[in-house]
């Protein structure tokens, strides 16, 4: 199903990106470009360029051919990451803090799969800020709300990256279940973004999971294994 969907998706985004290139080169031939028109245009189309990855991605894992893994630093990705989500977390006034660990041994990864384990873990966790408000009636002006990503040496054979919050926690009813697919506790949501992230990790021979003795929001933890690069 995974690689249907995958496959039907391709066709209408390649058809945004194309569209959008299109409008781009349109407005910039105008006497008077709007500056701000074209930034949003040039951030949709890299978004549309970035679903395009992502299907393609996911496409390989289901595939089992498995997608090509390189040499990476791990700082450098969360950097890379967290600008993807920064408009999110600005929107819903929620603060990333970075907290990276100088001079890690680069690891081998598919760079496009663990960005969207950030991209998820990061995003349900302003999912999350925003549900919580919405129930006490409150508005986004204070902001006192964060999102924390930190990267680590576990042991000389692992990575250890976490993504944690302060917000209200896991629902009791959710918890158990948390990376069963289908399982969520939003009206739009589909609860297949842990499982997804899961399979991500555990395709790099790392581990994931809920950090159920934090107690001050939610954490997520996971790790990648220090390989040696293959010549
Ligand atoms: N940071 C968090 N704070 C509070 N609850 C969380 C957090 N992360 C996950 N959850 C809970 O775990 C559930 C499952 O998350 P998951 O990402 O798998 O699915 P989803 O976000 O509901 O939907 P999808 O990711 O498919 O759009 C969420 O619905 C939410 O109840
Ligand atoms: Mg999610």
């Known amino acids: 199903m995974a690689a249907g969907l995958a496959h039907e998706l391709n066709q209408p985004l390649t058809a945004i990106g194309n ?3 299109t409008a781009m080169s349109m407005e910039k031939q105008k006497n008077n470009p709007d500056p701000e028109l074209l930034e949003m ?3 949709n189309y890299e978004s ?6 992502i299907i393609h991605s996911l496409r390989q894992m289901v595939s ?3 997608g090509t893994k390189e040499a990476h630093d791990i700082n450098q990705l969360v950097l890379t990451t967290a ?3 920064s408009p999110e977390a600005l929107a819903a006034s929620v603060d990333i803090k970075l907290y990276l660990t100088d ?3 680069s ?3 598919e760079a496009v799969q663990i960005q969207q384990v950030i991209v998820n873990l990061g995003r349900n966790a302003i999912e999350a800020f ?3 408000r919405q129930s006490d009636g409150r508005s986004a002006t204070k902001c006192d709300a964060n999102i924390m990503i930190r990267t680590e040496l576990l042991d000389d054979k692992n990575i250890h990256v976490s993504v944690s919050d302060n917000g209200s926690g896991l629902r009791p009813d959710i918890e158990a279940e948390l990376f069963h697919p289908y399982v969520t506790s939003k009206a739009s949501g589909m609860g297949l973004g842990l499982s997804i992230c899961r399979s991500i990790i555990e395709s790099h021979g790392g581990r994931l999971w809920h950090d159920s003795a934090y107690n001050v929001g939610t954490k997520f933890c996971f790790t990648i294994p220090i390989t040696v690069q293959e010549q």
């Open 41 to 43: 245009m040039q951030e």
């Open 19 to 21: 569209n959008l290139h």
């Open 83 to 85: 600008n993807l989500i």
């Open 48 to 53: 549309s360029q970035r679903a395009g990855q």
């Open 107 to 109: 690891i081998m990864l």
């Open 130 to 132: 925003i549900d919580q």
């Open 64 to 66: 089992k051919e498995g």
């Open 103 to 105: 001079d890690l041994p």
